[in-house]
């Protein structure tokens, strides 16, 4: 039982590249997101999704698409990479139910030059 | 939306004292309150979690406080070691109008050292 995935571990993007961070979970969990961390600023929420096919955006969406065709699958895109989009990526699931524990990847560290 | 404030920002103790950490939320409809240790360089790892229908929950030397009146929650921990040095991020969540899970909307963190 892998948990919760995340690739790639560390990327480097020059400004206006475009990428996608993958996350999958094997736990058939519902609820997926996506967080970035930068210093000092906590854990900000960017888009989640509360099942396949559905997604809404969290607090930080700009410069981000995300897409959910499988339970397992919740990849992150940027479309055009910016130096302010240089942070730590996580991807947490959870189960779609209330107080239901969210248990997180191990991150993606992204610089973008 | 929910806001949630964590203080204060770095502690540091000795190893052996106590250690506190406060956060304050303002949505009344949060009912659920995760804490998550992160050490440098990992994911961040729940280690303890309390619910609106609880006041205070143990976990060996940890324990978290939920005061739903003033809306604030605590995590204690006690006789502290080097392994507890970390950064400690409280959460909120909530029940979405529908029924669905509400997102977790953490605090800005607490970065505890221990002193040996």
């Known amino acids: 039982n892998a948990g919760v995935t995340q690739t790639p571990k560390f990327q480097v993007l020059k400004t206006g590249q475009s990428m996608t961070l993958q996350c999958a979970q094997d736990m058939n969990h519902e609820y997926m997101s996506w967080y970035r961390q930068d210093p000092g600023m906590g854990l900000r929420l960017i888009h989640y999704?509360?099942?396949?096919?559905?997604?809404d955006q969290g607090e930080v969406p700009n410069g981000y698409n995300v897409s959910r065709s499988t339970t397992e699958d919740f990849p992150l895109r940027l479309l055009s990479a910016a130096p302010s989009q240089t942070s730590v990526y996580f991807c947490?699931?959870?189960?779609?139910?209330?107080?239901?524990?969210?248990?997180f990847g191990q991150g993606t560290r992204l610089t973008v030059v | 939306g929910e806001n949630v404030e964590q203080h204060p920002s770095t502690l540091s103790v000795q190893e052996g004292d106590s250690a506190v950490i406060k956060c304050t939320y303002s949505d009344s409809a949060s009912n659920y309150f995760p804490w998550y240790k992160q050490e440098l360089g990992k994911r961040p790892q729940l280690i303890i979690d309390?619910?609106?229908?609880?006041g205070e929950k143990k976990d060996q030397r940890i324990a978290v406080t939920l005061n739903k009146t003033a809306k604030h929650f605590s995590l204690h921990i006690t006789e502290t070691q080097p392994e507890d040095s970390a950064v400690y991020f409280c959460a909120a969540s909530y029940m979405n109008y529908g029924g669905s899970q509400g997102n977790l909307i953490f605090g800005k963190g607490t970065k505890l050292s221990v002193k040996p």
């Open positions: 947490a699931s959870s189960q779609r139910q209330q107080g239901a524990r969210a248990f």
């Open positions: 999704s509360v099942g396949a096919g559905i997604t």
């Open positions: 309390i619910r609106s229908n609880v």
